[in-house]
């Protein structure tokens, strides 16, 4: 192989991927791409909270990859850590997958310049607080402060993911998208699973709430992600980005009707989300 000037290889050796052969050079036209590394990560963002687990055969139908190929790229995705698999014979995300999105998670700043506001609203609210930001059409948990008094069985933790459409985080983000956005990344499947007795199920349900989320700059809702929680939510924006997060408050629905949570946790809501987001440079909601 020969290297250029900088150091990178010569255009004409670029293009050979990690199999040795000479193949496209992907829809990005980078000639330094790697496909077979482009193919194992495509395998890997296929896992999701409705999709949990996966066999070979679905690997390969949903990738549009043939079976041998995704065989040999899982046998070595296992053999790394980041994939592992069933007693069924399913694959999930094993630990390297989990130790790469932790590492990210504690470096971002949206999670460091907030944590203390977090912890802040939890302790004068006695509630549990969460911090999410948009992942497709679901919502990806970046930070959660829980109550020391208030237990919410929810099952939730810092890198859990929930249907964006279930979450009072995620209609807060998928609020403040573009209509075209917002249509790419919602659809049917966003709807599946079993969750909330009062989940939302169909897009025109949804629109509505969005719609309450941009006129009033919060939302509210009772036991759609979990039976027995609810949670007011709110945006965090920051600077040349507009939104970028939402935080909530969950509390147990026995105990907070709507005008209990409006009267004691819309405002300490407000002004956490305002303080996180003049910390990044934002304007608040």
């Known amino acids: 192989m020969r290297l250029t000037e900088s150091g990178l290889p010569a255009p004409e050796d670029a293009a050979t991927d990690a199999t ?61 850590g980041y994939l592992e698999r069933l007693p069924d014979g399913r694959l999930r995300p094993g630990t390297g997958v989990l130790s790469l999105g ?12 907030s944590a203390s506001v977090l912890g802040q ?35 939730i933790r810092v890198g859990s ?33 079993a969750w909330g007795p009062r989940a939302v199920r169909d897009r025109t349900t949804l629109m509505r709430q969005l719609d309450s989320v941009r006129l009033d700059g919060y939302l509210i809702q009772e036991e759609e992600a979990v039976a027995g929680l609810s949670s007011l939510a709110a ?16 509390v147990p629905t026995r105990d907070y009707p709507q005008a209990r949570m409006l009267r004691e946790l819309r405002e300490p809501l407000l002004t956490a989300a305002g303080t996180i987001s003049r910390r990044l440079g934002g304007s608040p909601a």
């Open 20 to 80: 040795g052969e000479h193949g496209p050079s992907g829809k990005s036209g980078n000639r330094y791409r790697v496909e077979a590394l482009a193919k194992g990560l495509r395998l890997l963002s296929l896992f999701s909270p409705q999709r949990p687990a996966l066999r070979v055969k679905d690997m390969a139908d949903l990738s549009g990859q043939p079976v041998p190929s995704v065989f040999r790229l899982v046998s070595t995705l296992e053999e790394e």
């Open 102 to 113: 932790f590492a990210s998670l504690q470096g971002m700043d949206l999670v460091q310049t």
């Open 121 to 155: 609203l939890s302790a004068s609210t006695n509630a549990t607080v969460n911090l999410g930001v948009l992942f497709r059409d679901s919502v990806l948990f970046v930070a959660r402060v829980q109550s020391p008094t208030m237990l919410i069985a929810a099952g």
């Open 161 to 193: 993911m929930v249907p964006a459409v279930y979450s009072s985080i995620g209609k807060v983000l998928l609020a403040h998208l573009s209509p075209e956005e917002s249509g790419r990344r919602i659809t049917d499947e966003s709807f599946s699973g």
């Open 235 to 250: 945006p965090v924006l920051q600077a040349g980005q507009g939104v970028v997060a939402a935080i909530n408050v969950a």
